[in-house]
C-alpha cells in the first residue's frame, strides 16, 4: 500500500519537495478536460516538472464532458498531445475520469461504457496504460464493469475502506479534504496498490530504453511507435546503429538529432527514398 495524491490547478503552486518528504510515494496530476488544447490544466506543465524534481512517480487523468464516442475519441487525442512531452515520466496509468456531469448521465449505460470504451482504447493504442477514474457508486450503477474490468479502475469512496475489491484495483481515493505539507489547499488523498505501478510504455533502464506492456518487457520484436519504427532486443533492450535482424541489414538512428523535415528519434529505424534522404512519418 502507498500513499499517494492526486491535484490539478486547484491546489496552486505544489512544493513537491515538501510532498515527497511528506511521505507521498505517488501523484495522479490532472492534464486538463474537455476536448480542446486551450483546456489544458494550467498547472500541468508545473506539476509534472515538480514532481520530476522531487522523485515522485506520476500518472496523470483527464476530465471528460464527452456524451458520443466521437467526443471521446477527441478527447482522447487531445490529452494525448498534451502529455506527449512528458511520455518517459508516466510510470502509472493515464485516468479517463468520468463523473455526473448532466449531460453524461443523461446517455444509457450502454453509451456511458462504450464512451470509456473509446478513451481507454485511443491511450492503450498509443503506448501507454490505460485507467479509469470514478466513484464506487459510478462503477457500480452508471457503467457496465464487466466490460471495462480488464482496465485498472481507481475508485472514490469517502469512507473508512474501499467497497470495490476487484483484480483490477490500482487505488482508492478516499477523502477529498486531506491535508499535506507543500500542498496549501485541501487535497485528494489515494492509497495505491502493487498493480498502480506495473511499468508501461518506454522505460530508461540498464542504460537503455525498454518498451514494457503489461509489467514486462517486450522482446525479440518490431514495434511501431509515434510512426517510427524500433527493434527490440533479445532482453527487449532499444537496439541502435547497423543490425541485422532476420538476415537483413537496418540502421536504427544512434542517436537522436535534428533533420531536414522533422526530428530522427534515437533507435528509429532510417529509411531513405531514391535520392537518400529520410522518409519522416
Not at 480542446?36 to 515522485?56: C, H, I, L, R
Not at 453524461?104 to 491511450?123: D, G, H, M, P, S
Request: aromatic residues 14%; hydrophobic residues 40%.
Amino acid at each position: 500500500m502507498s500513499k499517494g495524491i492526486d491535484v490539478s490547478r486547484h491546489q496552486g503552486a505544489v512544493d513537491w519537495k515538501k510532498v515527497k518528504a511528506a511521505g507521498i510515494e505517488f501523484a495522479v496530476i490532472r492534464a486538463g478536460y474537455g476536448m480542446y488544447a486551450n483546456q489544458a490544466d494550467t498547472e500541468f506543465a508545473a506539476n509534472m516538472q515538480g514532481a520530476k524534481s522531487a522523485g515522485v512517480p506520476v500518472g496523470v487523468y483527464w476530465y471528460s464532458y464527452a456524451v458520443t464516442e466521437a467526443e471521446a475519441k477527441r478527447e482522447a487525442e487531445i490529452c494525448l498531445k498534451i502529455i506527449e512531452p512528458y511520455r518517459g515520466q508516466i510510470a502509472l496509468p493515464v485516468f479517463f475520469d468520468q463523473e455526473y456531469e448532466p449531460g453524461i448521465k443523461a446517455q444509457t449505460k450502454e453509451t456511458r461504457t462504450k464512451l470509456c470504451l473509446a478513451f481507454l482504447e485511443a491511450v492503450r493504442q498509443a503506448g501507454y496504460r490505460p485507467g479509469l477514474y470514478c466513484s464506487y457508486d459510478w462503477y457500480q450503477n452508471w457503467v457496465d464493469s464487466s466490460r471495462l474490468s480488464a482496465y485498472p479502475v481507481w475508485i472514490a469512496q469517502y469512507a473508512s475502506r474501499c467497497s470495490y475489491a476487484g483484480q483490477n484495483l490500482v487505488a482508492w481515493q478516499y477523502t477529498g479534504k486531506g491535508t499535506v505539507n507543500g500542498v496549501t489547499s485541501l487535497v485528494d488523498l489515494d492509497e495505491g496498490y502493487a498493480g498502480l505501478f506495473l511499468k508501461t510504455g518506454w522505460v530508461w533502464e540498464n542504460s537503455g530504453w525498454y518498451w514494457y506492456e503489461n509489467g514486462a518487457p517486450v522482446k525479440n520484436r518490431w514495434l511501431k511507435d509515434g510512426g517510427w519504427w524500433y527493434r527490440l532486443g533479445p532482453e527487449g533492450k532499444m537496439l541502435t546503429g547497423l543490425q541485422n535482424v532476420g538476415g537483413k541489414a537496418y540502421l536504427l538512428n544512434p542517436q537522436g538529432q535534428s533533420a531536414a523535415g522533422g526530428y530522427l528519434p534515437t533507435g528509429a529505424c532510417i529509411i531513405t527514398d531514391s535520392s537518400g534522404a529520410v522518409l519522416f512519418p
